[in-house]
């Protein structure tokens, strides 16, 4: 048998007040107590009260503004995403494998998601893909609109699964591909290709063929990522989104 652990106060007044914010004693979008009333309340010194409030707003959990009264956070899929992206952004800075996982990553949701959102695709959203498109030949020429109008594709057809999380989870990962690659310069003719595979994937999903569509989102993404790799070689090369 091993011995108990002696556990940290503040880690008992962390335990309290996670059950407390998932019993709804402190619904999202309300404001705990104060320092003094949570010391009174637990019969803690103030020590283990900052240090178990840290903890929580580490954790995504609670707000903390100067001056103000810490806020419970309604954990939406946006803002749990949000709140992994820096840990997640120095991961694949310092992870030399984490690059390429995060690429398989992609390629396995993406090729994924797109046939759920042509079984769901109705004409609201066909539309805004037509309008991605139109921006896209807009774009060409100005490489930071036509980055942020590619992700802007991806992201309609995210959201189009109807699926928040996996929505939000699609779009954190662009953003974090992104973050890696928004200075490289596009070389002539690479726009022109990946706006015909966007036109692809969208006939594809405006015909309801989710199999072509999966198709042509797997050979996209499938060539971007092959990009990626050239790019940690030759910086003349652009992203693909």
Not at 28 to 45: D, N, Q
Not at 66 to 82: K, L, Y
Not at 182 to 196: C, F, H, K, Q, Y
Request: glycine share 6%.
């Amino acid at each position: 048998m091993e011995p108990v652990r002696k556990r940290k106060l503040y880690q008992e007044v962390l335990d309290r007040l996670i059950g407390a914010i998932s019993s709804n004693e402190f619904p999202p979008g309300s404001k705990l107590p104060s320092e003094r009333e949570l010391m009174a309340m637990i019969g803690v010194g103030r020590p283990a009260i900052r240090e178990a409030m840290q903890s929580l707003h580490q954790k995504g959990l609670i707000l903390i503004s100067h001056g103000e009264r810490a806020r419970v956070i309604n954990p939406t899929p946006d803002v749990i995403v949000d709140q992994i992206s820096s840990a997640m952004i120095m991961m694949l800075a310092t992870n030399v494998r984490g690059m390429e996982e995060l690429k398989e990553a992609r390629l396995l949701l993406e090729s994924a998601l797109v046939s759920m959102a042509t079984r769901k695709a109705t004409e609201k959203d066909l539309l805004r893909l037509e309008e991605c498109i139109r921006a896209l030949h807009e774009a060409r020429g100005d490489h930071a609109a036509f980055v942020a109008t590619d992700m802007a594709f991806h992201g309609v057809i995210a959201e189009m699964s109807g699926n928040s999380l996996i929505a939000a989870v699609t779009k954190g990962i662009l953003e974090w591909l992104s973050r890696f690659k928004r200075d490289l310069v596009s070389v002539p003719g690479a726009e022109r290709v990946t706006i015909l595979e966007h036109e692809r994937i969208y006939k594809a999903i405006a015909n309801g063929d989710a199999e072509a569509a999966s198709a042509a989102m797997t050979e996209h993404i499938t060539r971007a990522n092959g990009l990626y790799v050239q790019l940690q070689r030759d910086s003349e090369f652009p992203k693909a989104v």
